[in-house]
């Protein structure tokens, strides 16, 4: 079955729109198929701004009707201690919050973007999303990563070649509370760096410390401007570190 009659097949659905290429692509389709179909935004302390706007521009392109909903994720001590399975609490309680607006509305299923390429073995929130019945059509009907970039692609949307990007929350250590404080620091040195061109990189937070991670071929761009972002960011941190293993 392709992706298209999998969504007619469903009758309407609430999608989960992030603003990352697989939810976008996902909105798309639903659009195109012609069902009922509404996208819901979550507004939290774990999304940086730049996703939400991006969530809103594409909805706009696809013109589809879309809410955003405030979910403070800082309420929960299941998300802020932060344990190995914190991503499983916190998708439980925003998958449970779009449910809830999704019912009010009118609509039976909720689909969120998770694809064929993700490894949801070894992904706590992917339990969490099973557990209510949320459905993942992208990864039902066999399109990887790759695929759905080329199809985003021939779509024009603007999101097809955007990095994937992971919450702030995955910036923490397993076990070191999350403070609305630091995760303002943390999106506040990731945005720094973007205007330096930096781009599919992370600054993790160990302690007070920052680790910037970037692909290989970024490195140049770090030590380039070494003391500029020593400047910003222990304005910040105690001590600002490169790691020297690089994203893959």
């Known amino acids: ?20 290429v697989d939810s976008s692509y996902l909105a798309y389709a639903a659009k195109q198929s012609g069902i009922p179909c509404k996208a819901y935004t979550v507004k939290s302390q774990f999304v940086p701004q730049f996703e939400l706007n991006d969530a809103k521009k594409i909805a706009e392109f696809i013109d589809i009707p879309l809410e955003i909903i405030d979910i403070d994720v800082l309420a929960h001590d299941d998300v802020t201690s932060n344990p190995d399975n914190r991503c499983y609490y916190c998708k439980h309680h925003v998958f449970t919050t779009i449910s809830e607006y999704a019912k009010r509305d009118g609509f039976t299923v909720v689909c969120d973007g998770t694809n064929a390429s993700d490894d949801i073995d070894d992904r706590p929130g992917m339990r969490a999303i099973a557990e209510l019945s949320v459905k993942s059509p992208l990864r039902d009907c066999g399109l990887t990563k790759s695929v759905i970039r080329k199809l985003a692609q021939q779509a024009n949307l603007f999101t097809w070649n955007k990095p994937s990007y992971a919450c702030l929350a995955t910036r923490f250590q397993a076990g070191q509370r999350i403070t609305s404080h630091d995760l303002e620091h943390i999106e506040l040195a ?27 071929n970024q490195i140049a761009i770090v030590i380039k401007n070494r003391i500029e972002i020593l400047t910003y960011l222990k304005s910040m941190f105690d001590d600002v570190v490169l790691d020297l293993e690089v994203r893959s």
């Open 190 to 216: 990731e945005k720094y760096l973007f205007s330096l061109d930096l781009s599919d990189f992370r600054v993790r937070l160990i302690g007070n410390n920052a680790k910037i991670q970037v692909p290989e």
């Open 1 to 20: 079955m392709n992706l298209v009659e999998y969504l007619t097949s469903l009758g309407n659905i609430a999608v989960a729109l992030s603003g990352g």
